[in-house]
């Protein structure tokens, strides 16, 4: 079983900029592809961005093209998403997810979830 980290959350004012890390607790030899979704008081969980087990390829929702950047450094098996330019309506609890390959929007499709992380952007 693979536990997933998040961390990085805070409160910030808009326009500022957050860097969230996410990483597997404990020894794992595998490199996941991962995704990160978010989810505001009373709604869904929606995806944010995903990037592929080696670092190829990433997809962002339009909602956070041009401002978030999804990156990774295998040697650590971590990812982040660094994320500039926040809005108020980027406050939520953002989580991220692990797959063998998957790292698109579909949240079933993920095996592994981590706890979540606070992000409150002020206006």
């Known amino acids: 079983q693979v536990q997933l980290v998040e961390s990085g959350g805070g409160l910030v004012q808009a326009g500022s900029s957050l860097r969230l890390t996410c990483a597997p607790s404990?020894?794992?030899?595998?490199?996941?592809?991962m995704g990160w979704f978010r989810q505001a008081p009373g709604k869904e969980r929606d995806f944010v961005a995903g990037?592929?087990?080696?670092?190829?390829?990433?997809t962002y929702a339009d909602s956070v093209k041009g401002r978030f950047t999804l990156s990774r450094a295998n040697a650590k098996n971590t990812v982040y998403l660094q994320m500039n330019s926040l809005r108020p309506e980027d406050t939520a609890a953002y989580y991220c997810?692990?797959?063998?390959?998957?790292?698109?929007?579909?949240?079933?499709?993920?095996?592994?979830w981590g706890q979540g992380t606070q992000v409150t952007v002020s206006s």
């Open positions: 997810a692990a797959d063998d390959v998957y790292y698109g929007s579909r949240l079933a499709e993920y095996d592994y």
């Open positions: 990037i592929s087990w080696n670092g190829g390829a990433t």
């Open positions: 404990g020894r794992t030899s595998s490199t996941y592809a």
